[in-house]
């Protein structure tokens, strides 16, 4: 089976990184899915991925903490996921770039959008750290602006459940998971897929989002060929 999307923004979760561990790194969880992002490269799919740091750090449970400096801590915990997801893809043969929002030229490369574009065209995974660079927003909001950017065909959500449902599946057996829905839908019905600003922002790029499970890192590559798994959230 052939690709169904050439150019994916592939957003993960910091606490999908933890594993069972909840804090952290867990390799043994790590390892499989960069093996899988290596299938989707091998197929000539270009890959582009944004971390979100809540394995290390969450500003919202940072108690009196300044909210600022709340988010460049978690900004900077992105950053580590970033390095760690790279080392494992070198690992198992992948080229891969870190560009990060907050300048850290020891580390990493600044994002620059036609570097990033350029990246991808020569067949590199690209990492983007820190989120947006600014404080406020969410790393799923860095995840659909950077997918906009770099002219991404679709957004893949890896959860840690199979796709969007009408209430927490985990709370209430009776939960029906949805097999596609709009972002208007999203918002309205207030479903916890991502943030607002997230989600607009999908809607005002036409930015379709695909919502799965990660448990099973293969269905990185179902997604992205095109095989029905998950929720997917269309623009309108």
């Known amino acids: 089976m052939g690709l169904q999307y050439k150019r994916i923004l592939l957003k993960l979760s910091g606490e999908a990184l933890a594993g069972q561990k909840k804090f952290g790194l867990d390799f043994d969880v790590i390892m499989p899915i960069c093996r899988a992002v290596k299938e989707c490269v091998d197929l000539g799919a270009e890959v582009?991925?944004?971390?979100?740091?809540?394995?290390?750090?969450?500003?919202?449970?940072?108690?009196?903490?300044?909210?600022?400096?709340?988010?460049?801590?978690?900004?900077?915990?992105?950053?580590?996921?970033a390095l760690a997801v790279a080392d494992a893809l070198e690992?198992?043969?992948?080229?891969?770039?870190?560009?990060?929002?907050?300048?850290?030229?020891?580390?990493?490369?600044?994002?620059?959008?036609?570097?990033?574009?350029?990246?991808?065209?020569?067949?590199?995974?690209v990492i983007f750290g820190c989120g947006t660079g600014n404080p406020f927003f969410s790393t799923d909001t860095a995840a659909s602006l950077r997918a906009a950017e770099i002219g991404a065909e679709v957004v893949f959500?890896?959860?840690?459940?199979?796709?969007?449902?009408?209430?927490?599946?985990?709370?209430?057996?009776?939960?029906?998971?949805?097999?596609?829905?709009?972002?208007?839908e999203v918002l309205a019905k207030n479903l916890a897929v991502m943030d607002a600003t997230a989600a607009s922002m999908c809607k005002d790029n036409h930015l379709p989002l695909l919502v799965f499970d990660l448990s099973n890192p293969e269905n990185i590559v179902s997604a992205i060929r095109g095989e029905k798994i998950g929720t997917l959230v269309l623009p309108e």
Do not use: C
């Not at 490369?109 to 590199?124: C, M, Q, S, T």
């Open 48 to 81: 582009a991925i944004v971390v979100g740091g809540g394995n290390f750090w969450r500003g919202r449970s940072s108690g009196a903490m300044d909210r600022t400096r709340a988010d460049h801590i978690g900004m900077l915990g992105t950053t580590m996921n």
């Open 157 to 184: 959500k890896a959860t840690m459940v199979d796709g969007v449902y009408d209430k927490d599946p985990h709370k209430y057996p009776d939960a029906v998971k949805y097999d596609t829905l709009t972002v208007s």
């Open 91 to 125: 690992e198992v043969g992948v080229t891969v770039r870190v560009q990060t929002a907050i300048a850290m030229q020891q580390v990493a490369e600044p994002y620059i959008r036609n570097r990033a574009v350029r990246h991808l065209e020569k067949g590199r995974v």
